[in-house]
T-cell receptor, first 113, second 113 residues
Framework: DGGITQSPKYLFRKEGQNVTLSCEQNLNHDAMYWYRQDPGQGLRLIYYSQIVNDFQKGDIAEGYSVSREKKESFPLTVTSAQKNPTAFYLC????????????FGPGTRLLVL | GESVGLHLPTLSVQEGDNSIINCAYSNSASDYFIWYKQESGKGPQFIIDIRSNMDKRQGQRVTVLLNKTVKHLSLQIAATQPGDSAVYFCAENTNNAGNMLTFGGGTRLMVKP
């Protein structure tokens, strides 16, 4: 898991509720990423950020939002607009130059009540 | 623990045998490749990487082979141990400004004692 932490390990969401997943890194990495993982599928990119106060949509950004106010932190909010939020969410970070390894956190499993 | 993939291709090997996990990548312009290991309920863990100017790279008990002609990547694990049981993903980087990776679907390795 390197120096990347995610919390909580499990998160339960009620219908119509927004929930926020935490991701923190102490690797001094500029770039951070959020992925969604569903059973039987690979990782799909939700959002990424190359630098503080900047972020870009990935392949499946609808129903999600992020912020990058600090270099160390990249929280992901799963909004009520995300109709199928049950999944395993993974945060990663890397140095911002191209061709750098991404290192992953331990993940958060989101379940809908 | 949770399953990270219910319908993944599965490779079953006897403890002590060598394992070979294959990956076909999609983009001939990709110039950096990574293998990750993911145990159930955990985040992906970096194993080994290789750049496109190399055909082979060795680590501790693992070797990655790259065949750019047929866009094929393989991971060889020597003397496979029960602790090697996991899902293995390949990822490719296509020289993009965001250092984004494209992940394969994964292969589940099961080691029989």
């Amino acid at each position: 898991d390197g120096g990347i932490t995610q919390s909580p390990k499990y998160l339960f969401r009620k219908e119509g509720q927004n929930v926020t997943l935490s991701c923190e890194q102490n690797l001094n990495h500029d770039a951070m990423y959020w992925y969604r993982q569903d059973p039987g599928q690979g990782l799909r990119l939700i959002y990424y950020s190359q630098i503080v106060n900047d972020f870009q949509k990935g392949d499946i950004a609808e129903g999600y939002s992020v912020s990058r106010e600090k270099k160390e932190s990249f929280p992901l909010t799963v909004t009520s607009a995300q109709k199928n939020p049950t999944a395993f969410y993974l945060c990663a970070s890397s140095r911002s130059r191209n061709g750098e390894t991404q290192y992953f956190g331990p993940g958060t499993r989101l379940l809908v009540l | 623990g949770e399953s990270v993939g219910l319908h993944l291709p599965t490779l079953s090997v006897q403890e002590g045998d060598n394992s070979i996990i294959n990956c076909a990548y999609s983009n001939s312009a990709s110039d950096y490749f990574i293998w990750y290991k993911q145990e159930s309920g955990k985040g992906p863990q970096f194993i080994i990487d290789i750049r496109s100017n190399m055909d082979k790279r060795q680590g501790q008990r693992v070797t990655v082979l790259l065949n750019k002609t047929v866009k094929h990547l393989s991971l060889q694990i020597a003397a496979t141990q029960p602790g090697d049981s996991a899902v293995y993903f390949c990822a490719e980087n296509t020289n993009n400004a965001g250092n984004m990776l494209t992940f394969g679907g994964g292969t589940r390795l099961m080691v029989k004692p």
